[in-house]
Structures are given as structure tokens and as C-alpha cells.
């Protein structure tokens, strides 16, 4: 069974600082992508950033980027410079290519501070 | 925007009746997905389709059942609701394993 795990509940950070919200999963499979997702209040789901497994290069999304350790199953999500815009709760997600479920974690809120 | 419709958007029901949540999609995607959104769980998979009339249960599909008879509809229904049901209720539709998933705007419900 695949899982993801965010052991972190919230999270908080000065506005134009550096915060990295952590992420785990558990699978077997070899062929397996990754996503960020994060959740304002509006409660709109949007796609912060992915990564594919069988690529060893860290993703970018310009202020967003991912630490993928494959070997560690670990995929932390690092946000530059903090705005206020990215206070929402941020969902680590996992699809196996194995099959279609995507699966998600609890989420972190993350609060950006003035 | 994607073309994800879920209705109704909010509903409250009595403990014991059926309930059938509609998930409607302009997008011609295959994959389709119904989620459960609560207060320290995150987003739980109740269940997901592949395509038309393949469906597969997710990890708290119990007291839900699905159908899809046709590419653009998902249905989600709550055979005998209860208040542990009470929750907001989210479909998602991608094109395929490795692109974005696309959400609807949810649906609040509530079991009383």
C-alpha cells in the first residue's frame, strides 16, 4: 500500500524568509510521480510543483522548489522568499504508475508572517 | 479553468437517507477521483475511476459507492448516510498519471 506522510502540522515563517515543509511516502513501485499542492482559504486546490521519479533532477517552480531524495522516500517542498500570498495548507500527493490512486497527505498549514 | 462542476455545493440531510453527489467534467479526462476533506485528516480517497464503468475503492470507501456510466459524469453516493459522513467532498479529473489534478469547488455536506 502507498501512503504519505506529513508529520508536521504547521508551520510558520517571516515574510522574505526561507521555509521548507517536509514530506514522506512508502511505496514498491519504481515508477511513481509527486506533487505539492496547496490550498488557500478559498479552499481552491492548486498544483505548487512535480517531480517524476525517474528523474534525478530537483524540480523548480520559480520560488518553489523540491529536495527528492529517492532512496529516503522523501520530498520536501522549499519556498523562497515567503509572501503572505503563500499562507494556505500544502498537500504532499503520490500516483504510482502501477496504478491510478493518487494519494494524499494530512497537509501542513503554513501561516507567512508580516 | 478547468470544466469540473460538482453539485450541489452544499446539502444537509437526515441520518439514514440516500445521497448522490455529481461530478461532471468538460475536460474529456480519464482519471476521476472523489476525496473527503476533514480537520486533521487531509484529503482521504474514497473512490477513483480509470475510465468509463472502471472504478476501484480508495482507502475509507466504506458506506460509498461510485458509478460511471459515461466520460464526463462520477457519481458519488452515500447509500445510508450517517453523521460520520458529514464532511466536505471533493471530485478531481487529470488526464493522465503525471499531469496536474484539477478540483472541483467541493461540496459541504451535512448528516444530522
Known amino acids: 500500500a502507498q501512503t504519505v506522510t506529513q508529520s508536521q502540522p504547521e508551520m510558520s515563517v517571516q515574510e522574505a524568509e526561507t521555509v521548507t515543509l517536509s514530506c514522506t511516502y512508502d511505496t514498491s513501485e519504481n515508477n511513481y510521480y509527486l506533487f505539492w499542492y496547496k490550498q488557500p482559504p478559498s479552499r481552491q486546490m492548486i498544483l505548487v510543483i512535480r517531480?517524476?521519479?525517474?528523474?534525478?533532477q530537483n524540480a523548480t517552480e520559480n520560488r518553489f522548489s523540491v529536495n527528492f531524495q529517492k532512496a529516503a522516500k522523501s520530498f520536501s517542498l522549499k519556498i523562497s522568499d515567503s509572501q503572505l500570498g503563500d499562507t494556505a495548507m500544502y498537500f504532499c500527493a503520490f500516483i504510482s504508475g502501477a496504478n491510478s490512486k493518487l494519494t494524499f497527505g494530512k497537509g501542513i498549514t503554513l501561516s507567512v508572517r508580516p | 479553468d478547468a470544466g469540473i462542476t460538482q453539485s450541489p455545493r452544499h446539502k444537509v440531510t437526515e441520518t439514514g437517507t440516500p445521497v448522490t453527489l455529481r461530478c461532471h467534467q468538460t475536460e474529456n479526462h480519464r482519471y476521476m477521483y472523489w476525496y473527503r476533506q476533514d480537520p486533521g485528516h487531509g484529503l482521504r480517497l474514497i473512490h477513483y475511476?480509470?475510465?468509463?464503468?472502471?472504478?476501484d475503492k480508495g482507502e475509507v470507501s466504506d458506506g460509498y459507492s461510485v458509478s460511471r456510466s459515461k466520460t464526463e459524469d462520477f457519481l458519488l453516493t452515500l447509500e445510508s448516510a450517517t453523521s460520520s459522513q458529514t464532511s466536505v467532498y471533493f471530485c478531481?479529473?487529470?488526464?493522465?498519471?503525471?499531469?496536474?489534478?484539477?478540483f472541483g469547488q467541493g461540496t459541504r455536506l451535512t448528516v444530522v
Open positions: 475511476s480509470y475510465g468509463v464503468k472502471d472504478t
Open positions: 478531481a479529473i487529470s488526464a493522465d498519471l503525471n499531469t496536474e489534478a484539477f
Open positions: 517531480q517524476e521519479a525517474y528523474k534525478q
